[in-house]
């Protein structure tokens, strides 16, 4: 749906023509459960994106509706609830309860929401909506938060409204993505390298159409893991402040004394940090050998050394990489289920995208969406003109 047909949908709900904020979803290259480590990570942002329509409105009410969820929610400015109610808005009124919280004055506002990135599939749809959101309601109030601000404003909105305790990429991708590039992140400093994508490339986003239950459960206890990990090693060297300031040779001297488990996770995070930043050296020289050979370390290590890949995950990185024109790929984003990205030459990529549906079909037994798609800008205001 084109914005203007948006702008036009809420006129014809609200009376008044809006303003539209769009932000995108995001797909990461290299980089997995790295970011609440103080460490590296390499998204792009992508073409689907979340559009948030607003116009002021008098009273003291925020009116949000969405036009894929016929729910409607309606929230009264001095009686706004501290936490997630459990519904799709919950993203939206985050952002407002946050705002407010930071000391910006949240006016009355009606919101229509059109999101196109697919929902549950690891391609952070939940970031869309709340940096989209968060640029509509700053136009109401004048709040002009630079972009990175806008990312951790969006972050605390998942870690303390909606109770997810997820790092920054996401949010810091769908903000400063940009097109033809991947965005090369300290989780830390919050500085960042674009680095561009050869032109001849594609991501090729492969859906395993699968979300094990226990995804949200397992991705805090990884987050544990990681932070008793940080806890024994500041025994050896304290003034570690997290696995990102563990060397592979500061680990590799304890491997002895710490519990087996909490070692593969550190050994994944420490070695995976690593290929982040010889993986952005390469892709800037354009060798996608060697860049692709890191995407299936950092596959194999996150499915035997952090555990978070699954069995449908592991049969499309097999079939992905017997397939002509594949470069490198591997799963993507939290793990237990969601999508791989693969990078394939342009040319192949359409007979790639059809090969990988009919060979995981045929395994699994459940037709993936494929999507083809490029690198794109992080979020902005869209023109609206309705006419
Ligand atoms: C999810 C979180 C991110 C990141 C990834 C794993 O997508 O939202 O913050 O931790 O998992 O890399």
């Known amino acids: 749906m084109k914005p203007t047909e948006l702008g036009r949908q809420f006129e014809a709900l609200f009376g008044v023509p809006p303003r539209i904020f769009r932000a995108p979803g995001r797909v990461n290259l290299i980089g997995e459960h790295t970011d609440y480590n103080d460490g590296f990570v390499m998204p792009c942002a992508i073409e689907f994106s979340t559009r948030v329509a607003i116009s002021p409105r008098p009273d003291r009410k925020l009116v949000i509706r969405s036009l894929e969820f016929s729910e409607q929610a ?22 407002a309860v946050m705002l407010r919280e930071m000391g910006h004055p949240v006016p009355g506002g009606s919101l229509l929401v059109r999101g196109e990135v697919p929902i549950g599939a690891g391609l952070s749809s939940s970031a869309a909506i709340e940096v989209a959101s968060a640029l509509a309601l700053m136009s109401l109030n004048g709040a002009r938060l630079p972009l990175p601000e806008v990312a951790k404003l969006c972050r605390r909105v998942e870690n303390e409204f909606i109770g997810a305790r997820v790092g920054i990429m996401d949010q810091f991708v769908s903000c400063l993505g940009k097109a033809g590039h991947a965005l090369l992140l300290d989780c830390r400093s919050l500085e960042f390298k674009l680095i561009p994508i050869p032109e001849n490339i594609r991501l090729v986003i492969c859906n395993t159409m699968v979300k094990h239950e226990h995804a949200s459960g397992a991705y805090n206890r990884r987050r544990e893991e990681c932070d008793e990990g940080v806890r024994i090693l500041r025994k050896w060297y304290p003034e570690a402040r997290a696995l990102r300031d563990i060397s592979m040779e500061q680990l590799e001297a304890h491997a002895a004394e710490i519990p087996a488990t909490i070692y593969k996770r550190c050994l994944h995070v420490v070695a995976e940090n690593q290929r982040v930043l010889e993986g952005a050296a390469y892709l800037a020289e354009g060798d996608l050998t060697r860049f692709g050979g890191l995407m299936g370390e950092s596959h194999r290590s996150l499915r035997d050394l952090f555990e978070v890949s699954c069995r449908e995950l592991d049969v499309m990185v097999e079939i992905a990489e017997s397939l002509e024109g594949f470069c490198g790929g591997r799963m993507t984003g939290g793990g237990f289920g969601g999508c791989t990205i693969n990078l394939v030459k342009t040319s192949h990529a359409p007979r790639f995208a059809a090969q990988m549906a009919d060979r995981y079909q045929a395994a699994i037994g459940i037709k993936p969406d494929v999507y083809v798609c490029s690198a794109a800008n992080g979020a902005g205001a869209d023109l609206n003109k309705t006419t």
């Open 74 to 95: 309606e929230f009264d400015l001095q009686d706004l609830p501290s936490r997630a109610k459990g519904g799709w808005a919950d993203y939206v009124l985050g952002v």
